[in-house]
T-cell receptor, first 116, second 110 residues
Framework: EAEVAQSPRYKITEKSQAVAFWCDPI?????LYWYRQILGQGPELLVQ????????DSQLPKDRFSAERLKGVDSTLKIQPAELGDSAMYLC??????????????FGPGTRLTVT | QKEVEQDPGPLSVPEGAIVSLNCTYS??????FMWYRQYSRKGPELLMY????GNKEDGRFTAQVDKSSKYISLFIRDSQPSDSATYLC??????????FGKGNQVVVIP
């Protein structure tokens, strides 16, 4: 069964350092999402891609976060510099399409980030 | 006020009991309603998906939507220890941008 892959699964970094997460969506899925899930909360969307284009990054803290999906396949989310409040689970999800309805989003296992 | 409210209190039930979970929402534009299950250290997985008001059953799981009250529920019958997980409600209005509740941690005690 196809799955969304994420790496690393766990990351510990010191504040002010740079950190990057990688996501490989299910093959053929045009839409890719990055979510942040703080412990005890539901996931919150950070950025949504349709192919290689950003369609929603309204909740992305652009002063320190960046995301790219250069070839419309895998994606990288970067934080620079990391802050203590960035400690959370970072989830990647993908779905077949985005517009004209709603489709199931398939989530990866997440990357748990701890900033010390 | 958040768009989706879900009382995040943990819930412990004995095996075989009925689990009842619910969410309320404020955005009347929401049309699609989902329940996700999230096991510890895993990503959420879609459990139930409904579009209109009413009930939807899938095995031991029943999802209810009451759009007039802006209230959705999930019932788990004959609960099993394997049902122990966090249950998240989620909803959107067709643009695939999901708004999640905080989640309920459910523990089914053998």
């Amino acid at each position: 069964e196809a799955e969304v892959a994420q790496s690393p699964r766990y990351k510990i970094t010191e504040k002010s350092q740079a950190v990057a997460f990688w996501c490989d969506p299910i093959s053929g899925h045009a839409t890719l999402y990055w979510y942040r899930q703080i412990l005890g909360q539901g996931p919150e969307l950070l950025v949504q891609f349709q192919d290689e284009s950003v369609v929603d990054d309204s909740q992305l803290p652009k002063d320190r976060f960046s995301a790219e999906r250069l070839k419309g396949v895998d994606s990288t989310l970067k934080i620079q510099p990391a802050e203590l409040g960035d400690s959370a689970m970072y989830l990647c999800a993908s779905s077949p399409v985005a517009s004209g309805g709603t489709y199931e989003q398939y989530f990866g296992p997440g990357t748990r980030l701890t900033v010390t | 006020q958040k768009e989706v409210e879900q009382d995040p209190g943990p819930l412990s039930v004995p095996e075989g009991a009925i689990v009842s979970l619910n969410c309320t929402y404020s955005n009347s534009a929401f049309q699609y309603f989902m329940w996700y299950r999230q096991y510890s250290r895993k990503g959420p997985e879609l459990l139930m998906y409904t579009y209109s008001s009413g009930n939807k059953e899938d095995g031991r799981f029943t999802a209810q939507v009451d759009k007039s009250s802006k209230y959705i529920s999930l019932f788990i019958r004959d609960s099993q220890p394997s049902d122990s997980a966090t249950y998240l409600c989620a909803m959107n209005w067709g643009n695939n941008r999901l708004a999640f509740g905080k989640g309920n941690q459910v523990v089914v005690i053998p």
